[in-house]
């Protein structure tokens, strides 16, 4: 704990000397050096905690904070697994951002805030009371509104900033409301009193139901969403993959903190209740990725997708813990925590992908993109393995969590209570349609991006980034590769937290299979290689590569090559990303978020271009927010004549105000 405290001390000084950039020349080296230094130090430590199978706890009082309470701060197992994906998250942006930042107009807007960024998220997992909790969350929430309105001079970083920090203040009204009740009448704040306080049912539920408005707002749980597409593609390719792929993790925890540790005992239907709330997400979120042409806003969407998943293996655990059924609960919880860990790894990935075809195109709109693979091979390898990653294709990280994910829902049906067995079937239909979108959704952002022919000239003219920029994205897309053959490795990291969460680890009850085979004891006989699947695809495409060249013919033939009817080789005739997503928009996402095309055709003879448009909205504006804001608008102007009182009415509002608490006062004791 004291070495997390001294990182996180290392980090605000960092921050102090990237302010003093103006007067102090290699501020950007000592920056981006010190905070690669930093994460990388903090990460290994709790990699060594988690990997020794640590399940202590260590303290530290501060004597800040407020007088009766100071801070206090706490490293557990849960706390260790998510400093890990932060720290490791923060080391490979630090690493990027080096190369990156160079080419921004004002990297002094970046600078000073980064650190503070990181040291804000450190804080607030090791939190261990209330008020730093919360103080810890604001600072998060306003040091990355800081790093969003850094492109400030974009037409839709001002309205990006602004929506962002409309939400981030309501998650944070949410979250003290909830701490507020969970101290219960002695209003002790220290997590410690909150666990040993335990709550009625009722007021359990709302907390947890104000929780999950608080951090599911800043995760981007649909329909408290809205924020985060506009906010990640607004901020600088480095600081966006530390938003999508680290800060909403943070959210989860904050979430898993409540649910798992502070609330005591859970009830079965808060777990179902968060595991429908995770499938509709993650099916709403992949569908709106579909029909993005900007790579950073497809990103984006794409983490509410995978926050969904995350999500639905909560609900799932708590649904099994509640039920007494804790071999079941570690199943589902290992899958959660280890999709929290593949995605913070394969969306660094993707979102340094994105940041390395805009240092060398300038563009963001796939439709101006193609053919990079020739132009940028290392970028490109590195980028498929990412897309292969979220697409949950073996042998990469992201088919282990989801394999473990399904054989969890699979286990439904031992459950008692029928609603459980019918919900368990239709978040399995919902789990599987997700998976798949998202498989066609990044064939559609790879194969438009960087096969083909490039569209602009731009595109054309693309050179590979330089290799710093190349190793932060190389770093991930190895460990995702090394995490799918070899996922016990994780796994193993996880054990501790499903001890502290639900009781129980994964492989106590038996079925460990070795090192080789994946073999929880609840999968009824299921399990998985990942070293044998990587093993049978390099076997059968080196077999594939050594038929080719023995048996085929050397002899150089030419042809046109089928091209769906267009033998014109203009870069036009390929198929363009809106063509690409049109079956499935026309399927799903008309009647959902009334999509429509506009198409204008000139009739024969006429020179001018057709044209086309999509008009697509997000339903959580028009059925939530839109009525929200035309609500505060009318309140505001009906009491808008308050500010015109004389002093006598003031006066007398504020007697009946306190009158009226007095009242309250009296008839709650």
């Not at 130090?41 to 905690?49: D, E, K, M």
């Not at 007088?67 to 720290?87: G, M, Q, T, Y």
């Not at 530390?242 to 609330?263: C, E, N, P, Q, W």
């Amino acid at each position: 704990m004291a070495f997390i405290s001294l990182c996180i001390l290392a980090m605000l000084v960092l921050a102090t000397v990237g302010a003093a950039r103006p007067w102090f020349s290699h501020a950007h080296e000592v920056v981006h050096a010190g905070m690669a230094l930093t994460c990388g130090a903090a990460a290994v430590a709790v990699l060594a905690r988690l990997a020794a199978n640590d399940s202590g706890v260590e303290t530290l009082t501060l004597p800040i904070g407020l007088p009766w309470l100071h801070a206090n701060l706490r490293l557990d197992a849960l706390s260790a697994i998510f400093l890990l994906a932060v720290n490791l998250g923060g080391c490979l942006a630090a690493v990027f951002g080096w190369s990156y930042a160079r080419h921004d107009a004002e990297p002094g807007r970046v600078l000073p805030v980064f650190p503070l960024f990181i040291a804000a998220m450190n804080l607030v997992l090791v939190a261990d009371d209330a008020f730093v909790f919360l103080a810890a969350w604001e600072f998060m929430s306003l040091s990355s509104w800081l790093l969003v309105l850094a492109t400030h001079r974009e037409d839709e970083t001002r309205r990006a900033a602004y929506v962002y920090l409309v939400m981030a203040s309501f998650g944070t009204a949410c979250l003290l409301l909830g701490f507020g009740i969970l101290a219960g009448a002695s209003g002790d704040y220290g997590f410690a009193a909150i666990r040993a306080h335990q709550l009625e049912p009722v007021p359990a539920s709302f907390a947890v139901l104000l929780v999950l408005l608080g951090a599911g707002s800043k995760a981007g749980l649909v329909p408290l969403h809205v924020w985060l597409p506009l906010a990640h593609p607004a901020a600088p390719s480095h600081i966006s993959a530390l938003m999508s792929g680290v800060m909403t993790k943070v959210a989860i925890y904050g979430l898993m903190r409540v649910l798992f540790d502070l609330i005591g005992q859970p009830l079965w239907w808060w777990g179902a209740v968060l595991a429908v709330i995770g499938a509709v997400t993650a099916v709403v979120g992949v569908l709106h990725a579909l029909m993005q042409d900007d790579i950073k806003k497809l990103l984006a969407y794409s983490t509410v997708e995978n926050i969904g998943v995350i999500v639905i293996g909560l609900g799932l655990a708590l649904v099994f813990k509640a039920s007494g059924v804790p071999a079941l609960a570690a199943l589902a919880m290992t899958a959660a925590m280890l999709h929290v860990l593949n995605h913070s790894l394969f969306k660094s990935i993707l979102f340094f992908s994105a940041g390395s075809i805009l240092t060398a195109t300038g563009e963001r709109d796939l439709n101006q993109l193609g053919g990079l693979i020739h132009r940028m091979p290392a970028t490109a390898l590195f980028c498929l393995i990412g897309a292969a990653a979220i697409s949950s294709l073996p042998p990469l990280n992201g088919f282990v969590a989801e394999w473990m994910l399904f054989q969890a829902v699979l286990n439904g049906p031992l459950l008692e209570q029928w609603e459980l067995k019918i919900g368990f079937a239709v978040i399995g239909a919902l789990l599987a349609l997700s998976t798949a979108l998202a498989a066609a959704c990044f064939v559609r952002f790879y194969g438009i991006a960087f096969l083909g022919r490039a569209r602009s000239a731009r595109a054309e003219q693309a050179r590979e980034v330089d290799p710093v920029m190349l190793t932060a994205i190389a770093v991930p897309a190895v460990l995702c590769l090394v995490i799918g053959v070899l996922p016990k490795l994780a796994i193993s990291l996880i054990e501790p937290v499903n001890r502290l969460s639900v009781g129980e680890g994964m492989f106590d009850a038996g079925g460990h299979g070795g090192w080789v085979w994946l073999a929880p004891a609840s999968a009824f006989g299921n399990s998985y290689s990942g070293f044998m699947m990587f093993m049978t695809i390099l076997i059968l495409t080196i077999l594939a590569v050594y038929m080719i060249h023995r048996y085929a013919s050397n002899r150089v033939r030419r042809s046109i090559p089928w091209g769906c009817g267009f033998t014109d080789p203009a870069p036009l005739g390929q198929y363009s990303a809106s063509s690409f997503a049109q079956p499935i928009r026309r399927v799903f996402v008309s009647q959902l978020f009334g999509a429509r095309d506009i198409v204008d055709m000139p009739a024969p003879g006429e020179t001018r271009p057709a044209r086309f448009e999509l008009e697509l909205r997000d339903p959580a504006w028009d059925w939530l927010f839109t009525p929200v804001v035309k609500l505060v608008g009318w309140i505001a102007d009906k009491v808008d004549h308050l500010q015109f009182l004389t002093i006598r009415r003031y006066l007398t509002l504020m007697f009946l105000a306190l009158v009226t608490l007095l009242v309250l006062v009296a008839v709650s004791q």
